[in-house]
């Protein structure tokens, strides 16, 4: 298993509310929709 896979797994098992700065930035919405997926 990849490091983003294992990350991706961890995350499932342990809900927490993620804070990503700068909202209107185009790359930090493109990582909150890659963490929703």
């Known amino acids: ?3 983003i896979e294992n990350i991706k797994e961890n995350a499932k098992k342990e809900l927490k509310t993620i ?6 930035d185009e790359r930090v919405l493109q ?7």
């Open 31 to 37: 990582a909150a929709q890659k963490v929703l997926e």
């Open 19 to 24: 804070v990503l700065p700068e909202s209107e």
């Open 1 to 3: 298993m990849g490091l």
